[in-house]
């Protein structure tokens, strides 16, 4: 199951990239769950369903183009720890900005149940319950 997870969180960064948001919403489990903490996003909430990844994904869409640079791929049992950069440009201004952010994924049934957001490797390998 862990290549299979981690050949999930490749393309849905591929998904992203392209803007695919019908591509995205089919590799998420109806219940998913984004927890984007202060400081770290537009809007640090919670996201829930795949109505919640909706919102989330329209709140930034329509003002900035993005890109999403993956680093790495990390399986930690059935979990993917996925270390990348978020480049992001305003669509009116045209000004860039980057992101580092360390997501870990969690999985039911051969989609993503859950997304949690860190700003350091460090801390989403210790979340994802490596040593």
Same mark, same amino acid.
């Given at each position: 199951?862990?290549?299979?997870?981690?050949?999930?969180?490749?393309?849905?960064?591929?998904?992203?990239?392209?803007?695919?948001?019908?591509?995205?919403?089919?590799?998420?489990?109806?219940? %998913?769950?984004?927890?984007?903490?202060?400081?770290?996003?537009?809007?640090? =909430?919670?996201?829930?369903?795949?109505?919640?990844?909706? +919102?989330?994904?329209?709140? %930034?869409?329509?003002?900035?183009?993005? +890109?999403?640079?993956?680093?790495?791929?990390?399986?930690?049992?059935?979990?993917?720890?996925?270390?990348?950069?978020?480049?992001?440009?305003?669509?009116?201004?045209?000004?860039?900005?980057? =992101?580092?952010?360390?997501?870990?994924?969690?999985?039911?049934?051969?989609?993503?149940?859950?997304?949690?957001? %860190?700003?350091?490797?460090?801390?989403?390998?210790?979340?994802?319950?490596?040593?």
């Amino acid at each position: 199951m862990t290549s299979e997870n981690v050949e999930l969180v490749r393309r849905f960064f591929e998904d992203l990239n392209e803007g695919d948001v019908d591509a995205l919403l089919a590799r998420l489990t109806p219940e %998913f769950e984004m927890a984007v903490p202060v400081g770290m996003g537009v809007e640090p =909430q919670t996201y829930r369903g795949h109505e919640g990844f909706r +919102r989330w994904f329209d709140s %930034f869409s329509e003002i900035m183009a993005i +890109r999403v640079e993956s680093h790495d791929l990390i399986a930690v049992g059935d979990r993917v720890v996925a270390p990348h950069t978020m480049h992001a440009r305003g669509r009116e201004t045209g000004i860039e900005t980057e =992101q580092y952010t360390v997501h870990v994924w969690h999985f039911r049934d051969g989609k993503a149940e859950m997304l949690e957001v %860190f700003a350091t490797l460090e801390e989403a390998l210790e979340a994802a319950g490596r040593p």
